[in-house]
């Protein structure tokens, strides 16, 4: 039997239904990897192979048994640790939460779980989900698996704040893992460690049980090596859920049955204002060449414009951290959590003293800003006129998909850097979702997908970004670059 | 209405008040979670995850709070807002678990409404005055902190936090303690016959803000304060007079008032500032992301209004007009839900049981109930609630005053008599021979040794005092222990004498 | 509009979180570098633009009034509820005594 590690969602689903290996074996492989991998990568906060091996054993039992296989049957994965796990830590990455144990399972993992799924542990993440390189955790950096091939040895960003789960999937610690993207939290790590996600219709995820960060533009979705995989699981982590009043009550399509990457008689809009000045030469160029697969595949290509790309960035850093001084509020040492009581410390003192011990440098910034622009006599300036270019901003989207199907863009403006890199200058770090921010104040699906390696042997992703409800649409295109690039490369195994 | 004024050194003061009422709303679940809303259960027993603000928990809106606010608008003539939102405010306090409240401040539920106040309580239809309310829109509760129960700690119980309330924001429209009073009553009338909130002060379903002010009349508003959490009628009554007079006595001693939120010590009658709650002013409210606007459509709206039962000014109108009460029995019979559903099956049960109609029996229905039943009610320690006579029961004791079985007089006895044992009126009419007599013969026997035993008295009567045919009569019905059929009495009397 | 040190910590302070007046000065020029950049919203004529209410157009559903519906979010859970608490004492949740 081959290395059942280098094997995706798809093949070890349909690999285990066939007999051709078991899934604890399968479990197996992915938790030796994941133990070798967490003192170089720190990928994982918790490990949990028991877990794993249990869900395993179940779906062996149950195929001995003839019973029907659920749709991601033996699949072990990765958990971003800011979905709430049943009996096993879960911390957002930041030390107020750390030993918090939720009695609840968050929706999304429950669905895994219930479709055969196993968890292979928690997944570190930018604390709170609040960064674009996974250096704010408090569990410590992740390490991407890639290298520059400049002979140097820098660590490299996996991005974020989903950067656990893109480093793990990229260096085959599980063969998917869950994300969650609020400013393009899923897309940016994948580009920057060439696998695919997808962060669908805001709404088609239910957020009951996902650590909140900015509540209008958190959506989950799956990363994965490719876009069947993202598909598959995408179609489990889907679905209504009366607990959360933002979920969509539609039904689930069967997107991994109609995955198909011809694009004849679709149109693909490429946005003149994405093409900003000095925009990296090897990013253009990976731009240019998605316009020429997708024209091979069929598509006809067009131009268009989305007028308020530009205010996009700025309105997501009032609009966010608005939500999230909001959000993080109920992290007081009260009910869960860390406690700090200075000696004589009244309730507010608890407080204070609680969340500056408890909060990271870039989680207090954030609840800062949050602060200043809803309190009283700035929520008009800000907030309100935020809002309303977010309007706008969604308004262009409409106006562009009269015109195209879906649309084309670099996920990223570069390809992954240095950790340290950038730590200084957070506006710098800022402008990294310049590309995925947009689609998160609409709410529309959008991917990324790997299209190539920068000159620096570094993956470049490819952005798609569809209409409201169609995660197809932009499935499909994603299969046509997918099928097109054949991006076969992977990190060479350091660690 | 009355003109209420503060005598102060430099003159007379004029009051302005606004009340912001707190009103549990009746549901069974919470607002926005799962979890029961009873009364009295052990701490922390009532509260779900999304309660306890854990990590990822999100509201979902009950449908139930919603209606009862939407009848509770319409039932004070308020427009209904169909595009209404939440709003999150945000303070930290360690009842508070979410670190904010969910209310409505840009976008309420319900817009401008009102309600009629009186403070004639024998004419409640003179003397009526208009007050405004501004706005009613749906919130959470807050949980409950324990001070007492350990040296260095508070406890936290949060039971209540999450049980939807409707705040009933008043205008300044009120002038007195004895305004602010009549409408607490009547705003709580009115939501206990619309059902939405239980009304039950005592276990805080209904509580006051109450904004005070004082200005030389004609003057523009001057500052106010506002006392929290004031929780009984009385209490909003004495907030007011206590906060007024200091107010006098703050500005004519060359102070100024602070715009500050105060509480109200039932004990010594005063009111104190809450230092406590003083930084948290901004409040940062902007739209909760978790929910999305709340839009109701034209059959939601039409089905609650629907809903609402006949409100107590109509009640009370119909009563004089259609039944014949005086408007002061019309507004004591429908002060209260209960009194009025009470009387209301008292009047179809005695009307069946004399086989007459309800407005040929309703006066003496009203009667009875206000003058005879409150007073034994209220001597045996008991309320309409609790009331160990049934509305039906009582109509068979009325039934037999109507239909000459019994006298007023004995009919008293059969009361006391019910209220003993708990039998029927019938049964012991029956047991005791309480029956009264309409026997011609037995009564002129009576009647003849009265007029031999009382010949002096005879004399005078026929001499012209004739106010001693009362006398007479008294003794009659005193000799007859009360059961002689007094239409009898009198007749037989009139013709002894002459 | 630029925050100074006042601004800040009282901002902190707002949002109960606990800093040193060096890391209330570093956080000056920081938080000034974003508003700033953020400011840029400004120059959009936003005239006639309502402000987004709901990312994808939607309004609320209405649960119904049933207890317990949904064990994931009803009541009756005490021990699960206390489970993390770092103070729960006698089936409540302890802070430092508060003073009214
Ligand atoms: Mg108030
Ligand atoms: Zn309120």
């Known amino acids: 039997m081959s290395d059942v590690t280098e094997l995706g969602v798809a093949a070890i689903r349909d690999g285990v239904a066939k007999g051709e290996f078991t899934a604890v074996e399968v479990a197996q492989g992915f938790n030796a990897n994941v133990a070798a991998a967490q003192i170089a990568l720190n990928a994982f906060i918790v490990a949990t192979p028991e877990a794993a091996l249990g869900a395993a054993q179940k779906v062996d039992e149950a195929r001995a048994a003839g019973q029907p296989l659920g749709k991601m049957a033996g699949v072990p994965i990765g958990m971003k640790d800011l979905f709430a796990t049943k009996g096993v830590q879960t911390t957002a990455a930041s030390h107020i939460l750390e030993g918090f144990t939720p009695q609840y399972e968050s929706s999304v993992s429950q669905k895994l779980w219930d479709a055969g799924a196993g968890m292979l542990g928690k997944l570190n993440l930018d604390q709170f989900a609040m960064g674009s390189s996974n250096e704010t955790s408090y569990f410590g950096n992740v390490i991407s698996p890639w290298k520059r091939k400049d002979g140097g040895n820098a660590a490299m960003a996996p991005g974020g704040s989903s950067g656990g789960s893109s480093a793990a999937v990229a260096a085959r610690l599980c063969p998917a893992a869950t994300g969650t993207d609020t400013g393009g939290s899923i897309r940016q790590p994948a580009a920057f460690t060439g696998i695919s996600g997808i962060k669908p219709t805001y709404g088609r995820c239910s957020r009951w049980g996902i650590v909140a960060f900015a509540s209008s533009l958190d959506q989950a979705g799956p990363m994965a090596r490719d876009v069947r995989d993202c598909a598959i699981m995408l179609e489990v982590m889907s679905g209504f859920d009366p607990k959360d009043s933002t979920s969509l009550d539609l039904p689930v399509p069967a997107w991994e049955a109609a995955l198909s990457g011809d694009m004849r008689g679709k149109k693909v809009g490429i946005p003149r204002e994405y093409r900003v000045d000095g925009l990296d030469g090897d990013v253009a160029k990976s731009w240019d060449q998605g316009i020429a697969w997708l024209k091979d595949a069929g598509a006809e290509i067009v131009d268009i414009s989305l007028p308020h790309t530009k205010y996009a960035l700025p309105a997501y850093y009032i609009i966010a951290p608005a939500e999230a001084s909001s959000n993080l509020a109920r992290y007081d040492g009260v009910r869960y959590g860390l406690r700090d009581l200075p000696d004589g410390a009244g309730l507010q003192d608890m407080y204070a003293a609680t969340r500056s011990a408890g909060f990271g440098a870039e989680v207090k910034r954030r609840i800062l800003i949050g602060t200043y622009v809803l309190s009283a006599g700035y929520y008009d300036a800000y907030y309100t006129q935020a809002q309303k270019v977010r309007t706008l901003i969604a308004r262009d989207f409409d106006e562009a998909f009269r015109l195209c199907d879906v649309i084309l863009a670099p996920t990223t403006p570069t390809a992954s850097f240095g950790l340290g890199e950038m730590v200084s200058d957070p506006l710098a770090m800022y402008l990294n979702d310049v590309f995925a921010v947009p689609a998160s104040l609409a709410g529309l699906p959008a991917m990324s997908v790997p299209a190539g390696l920068n000159r620096e042997g570094l993956p470049l992703g490819l952005q798609i970004i569809g209409k409201a409800f169609d995660e197809q649409g932009v499935l499909n295109a994603g299969l046509a670059i997918e099928s097109r690039a054949g991006f076969t490369a992977k990190p060479e195994r350091w660690w | ?498 | 509009m630029s925050v100074d040190t006042a601004t800040v910590a009282k901002i902190a302070a707002l949002a109960r979180i606990k800093l040193t007046e060096a890391e209330v000065a570093g956080m000056v020029p920081e938080l000034n570098g974003i508003l700033a950049w953020v400011e840029q919203l400004g120059e959009v004529d936003v005239t006639g633009v309502e402000p987004m209410t709901a990312v994808i157009a939607n309004t609320l559903r209405l649960r119904e009034d049933v207890v317990n519906a949904d064990p994931l979010t009803g009541g009756g859970m005490r021990d699960a509820v206390l489970a993390n608490a770092p103070a729960a004492e006698h089936g409540f949740f302890g802070v430092p005594k508060v003073i009214e």
């Open chain 2, 1 to 498: 209405m009355s003109t209420y004024r503060i005598q102060g050194a430099t003159g007379e003061w004029e009051v302005v008040i606004g009340l912001e009422v707190h009103a549990q709303i009746t549901s069974n679940a919470k607002l926005f979670s799962g979890a029961s809303t009873t009364f009295g259960a052990e701490p922390n027993s009532q509260v779900s995850l999304v309660d306890a603000a854990m990590p990822g928990m999100l509201p979902v809106l009950n449908g139930e709070c919603i209606r009862q606010a939407v009848r509770t608008g319409l039932a004070i003539d308020a427009s209904i807002n169909k595009w209404s939102r939440f709003d999150r405010k945000n303070y930290f306090y360690a009842d508070l678990p979410q670190g904010y409240q969910i209310s409505q401040l840009y976008h309420p539920l319900v817009g401008e409404g009102h309600i009629d106040i009186s403070l004639d309580d024998k004419n409640p239809e003179a003397d009526v005055k208009r007050i405004g309310v501004e706005r009613i829109h749906v919130e959470q509760d807050a949980g409950k902190l324990m001070h007492d129960q350990h040296p260095t700690m508070s406890y936290v119980d949060l039971n209540r936090s999450g049980v939807a309330l409707m705040e009933i924001v008043s205008k300044p429209d009120m002038r007195s303690p004895a305004e602010a009073g009549a409408y607490v009553r009547k705003l709580r009338s009115i939501l206990r016959y619309v059902g939405s909130c239980d009304g039950n002060m005592e276990e805080g379903s209904m509580r006051a803000d109450v904004n005070v002010s004082v200005r030389k009349v004609g003057d523009e508003l001057g500052t106010r304060t506002e006392t929290k959490n004031v929780n009984s009628v009385r209490f909003v009554m004495a907030t007011i007079e206590y906060e007024a007079n200091r107010q006098v006595d703050v500005l004519e001693s060359g102070g100024t008032i602070a715009q500050e939120t105060r509480l109200f010590d039932p004990d010594t009658g005063t009111t104190r500032s809450m230092r406590s709650k003083e930084d948290a002013h901004d409040y940062r409210y902007f739209p909760d992301p978790d929910l999305l606007p709340l839009v109701l459509d034209d059959a939601f709206v039409e089905a609650a209004r629907a809903s609402l039962p006949e409100l107590p000014d109509a009640k009370r109108h119909r009563y004089e007009n259609a039944l014949g009460l005086s408007p002061y029995a019309a507004g004591v019979l429908t002060a209260e839900v209960e009194t009025a559903r009470w009387f209301e099956t008292l009047l179809t049960s005695t009307a069946k049981a004399a086989g007459k109609g309800e407005s040929d029996v309703a006066k003496q229905a009203s009667n009875w109930l206000i003058s005879e039943f409150f007073g034994a009610l209220n001597r045996v320690g008991k309320s309409l609630d609790n009331s160990p006579i049934s509305a039906d029961a009582a109509a068979e004791l009325l039934a037999l005053i109507t239909d000459g079985t019994i006298s007023g007089s004995i009919a008293k006895q059969v009361l006391e008599k019910m209220l003993e044992t708990g039998d029927r009126a019938g049964t012991i009419v029956t047991r005791e021979g309480l029956k009264q007599t309409s026997d011609t013969d037995a009564i002129d026997a009576v009647i003849a040794k009265i007029l031999t035993d009382n010949a002096d008295k005879v004399e005078q009567y026929k001499g012209g005092k004739e106010a001693l045919f009362g006398f007479f009569v008294g003794q009659t019905m005193k000799a007859m222990q009360g059961k002689a059929n007094p239409g009898v009495v009198n007749e037989l009397l009139k013709k002894a004498l002459g």
